[in-house]
């Protein structure tokens, strides 16, 4: 059995035995009980109310933070902090339609699926900004423009690394930063898109979740 010795501050465990019994105090014997002193006046008596009710709300928040804190498990794998229900296209989509999904909906990155669902590729807004720039073409696109029937299929990153549900969010982060991609697919084992993660979604889960831990 292991217990915790705690002073000035610091924690140590140690392991229970004799040698490490704190030195037990004497019982002492009961005192004269002290009276509680009356209100002096209906203002002091009102004050010390008033006091007691903060007490006791502030005690009932407290228990409830508790309460959360317990209910509150910790994320260890992608489909805890994944979204599951995701925006994709396909790959036939048309460059105007794909950048007015982003610009409407402020997206960095969205996966684009085949007819069944299965993990095509994923598209980003700078896959989109590139396009842009390089042809000198600056949306908003016109029904009129070629971008309203060119489809996304060229501007695809095909090749794209993916989770499944039980990947440990530890590796998805650590594919995210060495891999410098800021979203990561997660896929059934036939490929099926089920989830993304994005770095926010990493992000927010160490802001809301995670205890801060920083090793170097």
Known sequence: MTFS???????????????????VVEETAAG???????????????FQEENLLRQKKAGKAYSSTLQGLKERGIALHAHQIMTSSVVTLLPDTSIADAWRLFRERRFRHVPVVTENGKIYGVISDRDLLRYAATTG???PYTEFMP????????????????????????????????????????VSDVGVIEGIITR?????????????????
């Not at 705690?6 to 019994?21: E, L």
């Not at 926010?200 to 170097?216: F, G, Y």
């Open 32 to 46: 004269t009980a002290i009276k509680k002193v009356a209100p002096k006046n209906d203002e002091e008596h009102a």
């Open 5 to 23: 010795v705690y002073g000035m501050g610091i924690r140590d465990n140690v392991a229970f035995d004799k040698s490490t019994m704190l030195e």
């Open 147 to 186: 971008e309203a029937s060119m489809s996304i299929s060229s501007l695809t990153k095909t090749r794209v690394i993916t989770a499944s549900q039980d990947t440990e969010i530890r590796q998805v982060a650590r594919m995210l930063f060495e891999q410098r991609v800021g979203a990561m697919p997660v």
């Open 137 to 139: 073409k600056v949306p």
């Open 200 to 216: 926010s979604d990493i992000l927010r889960t160490l802001v809301n979740n995670a205890p801060l831990e920083l090793w170097v």
